[in-house]
């Protein structure tokens, strides 16, 4: 059973520190999304790439995140630095060119 | 970007069937409209996809009228399982587009 998968599953940090964040989407899917959920917002979408390449990155604060996908079995996405604001759980997910996307059991991020 | 309308909670008792409605007013020609499930400490999980009229699968239906500007999720005999939050999207596809999750409906089934 394909499922994408992330680590860390969770993660406290302290404000001002870098936090890496990874995801391995399922194998074959050929886009890559990053999304945050907080209480306040609900599930947003930062970022996602198809083929690696970044489509839309609008979601995300480009000046302390960054998403990449060094290869098709790796997607980060980065923060830095980190502040309490960002605290969220952060979700991966992966599909195909069709519609359904597949959702990793995200990263839970506390910045104290 | 389509914007979806859906009640924040809604509750219901095991057996009966839930009715689960989304208004989308802005829906473009090339939207579809898809379902996901979401339940406490996992990522969405889809449920469904439709167009047109309606589609059934082994989990629920979905109704879309001619105008395409609401929908109905339906829950046939839910159970104590199916308590999780319910989104509605409206969009061209994960990969063309960007999808609008928004806050969702709480379904809440008690015994």
């Known amino acids: 059973d394909a499922r994408v998968t992330q680590t860390p599953r969770h993660k406290v940090t302290e404000m001002g520190q870098e936090v890496t964040m990874r995801c391995q989407p399922i194998?074959?899917?050929?886009?890559v999304f990053w999304y945050r959920q907080t209480m306040m917002q609900g599930l947003e979408l930062l970022a996602y790439?198809?083929?690696?390449?970044?489509?839309?990155d609008s979601g995300m604060p480009k000046d302390r995140f960054s998403a990449e996908m060094p290869d098709a079995t790796l997607a980060t996405l980065k923060i830095q630095p980190s502040e309490p604001r960002d605290s969220a759980v952060y979700f991966c997910a992966s599909g195909l060119s069709g519609d359904e996307q597949y959702f990793g059991p995200g990263t839970r991020l506390t910045v104290t | 970007l389509a914007k979806t309308t859906q009640p924040i909670s809604m509750d219901s008792y095991e057996g009966q069937e839930v009715n689960i409605t989304c208004s989308h007013n802005n829906i473009a020609t090339n939207d579809y409209i898809t379902w996901y499930q979401q339940f406490p400490s996992q990522g969405p999980r889809f449920i469904i996809q439709?167009?047109?009229t309606k589609v059934t699968n082994e989990v629920a239906s979905l109704f879309i009228p001619a105008d395409r500007k609401s929908s109905t999720l339906s829950l046939p005999r839910v159970s104590l399982s199916d308590t999780a939050v319910y989104y509605c999207?409206?969009?061209?596809?994960?990969?063309?587009?960007?999808?609008?999750f928004g806050r969702g409906t709480q379904l809440t089934v008690w015994p």
């Open positions: 194998l074959g899917h050929n886009t």
């Open positions: 999207l409206v969009g061209r596809g994960s990969t063309l587009g960007r999808l609008y």
């Open positions: 790439f198809r083929n690696r390449a970044p489509l839309d």
């Open positions: 439709g167009y047109k």
